[in-house]
């Protein structure tokens, strides 16, 4: 099983609707981070979050970490054809050297 | 710039075949990793090396080995392929010391086991 799920796994939605996806575990990490994935391309990072309860706004995009460090939600208000793409979090754990990823959300906006 | 560049881009092996796959990073970076990515599993982590000539075990290992013999290369082999190692791999390098630093990827390498 995967330390971070996410919700939904598909998600397909026409251009100007707002939508919402989840990443959550029963873990705490220390700092949460947003990816996107483009076909034939490697995840790019979208934001970092490291505190609890914090919010960051990236454009459309509104990031929440949320107060207790295990969960995090994307909003993307009016979604728009360029923010198709595969939606990853990663969480980082005090003592590891690592990041675990999620389960990824499949996003297709229609125009 | 380069960043983080990974060859080949495409193989297929036939089943008990060995293989390297190379990631090539340009940006100093202490830390490297390897992952595979399968469909409705995000990104797995192989194993990882936090400098030259250190390497780690991942979340999903075996079957798998690697070397860091230079600071700017990964290297991940196959030593006798099989078909559930069919997947995409994605290499990444970070700086060191802090998560909180974005991990850069390569555009990844897709291998078919047959």
């Known amino acids: 099983t995967q330390l971070l799920e996410q919700s939904p796994q598909f998600l397909s939605i026409q251009e100007g609707e707002n939508l919402t996806v989840y990443c959550n575990s029963s873990?705490?990490?220390?700092?949460l981070q947003w990816y996107r994935q483009e076909p034939g391309e490697g995840p790019v990072l979208l934001v970092t979050v490291v505190t609890g309860g914090e919010v960051k706004k990236l454009k459309r995009l509104t990031f929440q970490f949320g107060d207790a460090r295990k969960d995090s939600s994307l909003h993307i208000t009016a979604a728009q054809p360029g923010d198709t793409g595969l939606y990853l979090c990663?969480?980082?754990?005090?003592?590891?050297?690592?990041?675990?990823f999620g389960t990824g959300t499949r996003l297709t906006v229609i125009p | 710039n380069a960043g983080v560049t990974q060859t080949p881009k495409f193989r297929v092996l036939k089943t008990g075949q060995s293989m390297t796959l190379l990631c090539a990073q340009d940006m100093n970076h202490e830390y490297m990793y390897w992952y595979r990515q399968d469909p409705g599993m995000g990104l797995r982590l192989i194993h990882y090396s936090v400098g030259e000539g250190t390497t780690a075990k991942g979340e999903v290992p075996d079957g798998y080995n690697v070397s860091r013999l230079k600071k700017q290369n990964f290297l991940l082999g196959l030593e006798s392929a099989a078909p559930s190692q069919t997947s995409v791999y994605f290499c990444?390098?970070?700086?060191?010391?802090?998560?909180?630093?974005?991990?850069?990827f390569g555009d990844g390498t897709r291998l078919s086991i047959l």
């Open positions: 873990s705490v990490f220390s700092s």
């Open positions: 990663a969480g980082a754990r005090t003592g590891a050297n690592n990041l675990f």
């Open positions: 990444a390098s970070s700086i060191a010391n802090s998560l909180n630093q974005p991990q850069h």
